[in-house]
Every structure is written in structure tokens, then in C-alpha cells.
């Protein structure tokens, strides 16, 4: 499956809070990304030099102090082990058939 999970109704909620204190939200937080939660993310976004389209990305989430405080700032880190298993996966090109001998 490609692609990144649709937000939970708890994690939705934890963002219309923070568009909240933020000021742009101004409803109850509900759990749904409705046209109200776009509408304060598009002014947010505006109003913090990002691009205002309304939708979750890492730089929204760091302004609104949710993110991860790496997210954007280097380059992705291998996970531990991978250099070990790109080295015992190599194997020696098979060797071609031999001749017949006369």
C-alpha cells in the first residue's frame, strides 16, 4: 500500500485544537475534516508563509507545534541494520558454462 494513512478522528481532533489556539478554527473540534477545518487550515497556512492549500503536510504540522522537529531538515537515515543486510545480500555472478574439452 503506497501512499500515507488518512488521519485518525483523534489525530483531526488534535488539529482543529491546535487551529483553535492558533486562531483560525473557531468551531468545535469534531473528528471530521470538514469544509470549516480546510477553510482554518487554508488561513493558517496563509498567514504562517506556507502554501495554502488546505491540506496536512509536515511544514503545517510543525508551525502548529505538532510535528516532528527533524521532519524536512535532513536527508531519510537508512533503518539500523540496512548496510548489514545490503552487504550479506551480494552474491558473485553466476560463472559462465565451461567448454568441452576435445
Do not use: H, Y
Amino acid at each position: 500500500m503506497k501512499g500515507q494513512a488518512a488521519p485518525t478522528p483523534e489525530r483531526i481532533s488534535e488539529i482543529q485544537e491546535a487551529l483553535a489556539r492558533k486562531g483560525p478554527f473557531a468551531g468545535t473540534p469534531t473528528g471530521k475534516w470538514d469544509d470549516d477545518t480546510v477553510e482554518a487550515m487554508r488561513k493558517f497556512q496563509a498567514s504562517n508563509g506556507l502554501n495554502p492549500s488546505g491540506r496536512l503536510d509536515a511544514p503545517t504540522l510543525q508551525k502548529l507545534g505538532l510535528g516532528s522537529e527533524t521532519t524536512g531538515l535532513g536527508a531519510p537515515t537508512p533503518p539500523p541494520n540496512s548496510a548489514n543486510r545490503l552487504l550479506n545480500n551480494t552474491s558473485s555472478p553466476p560463472e559462465p558454462p565451461s567448454e568441452p574439452r576435445e
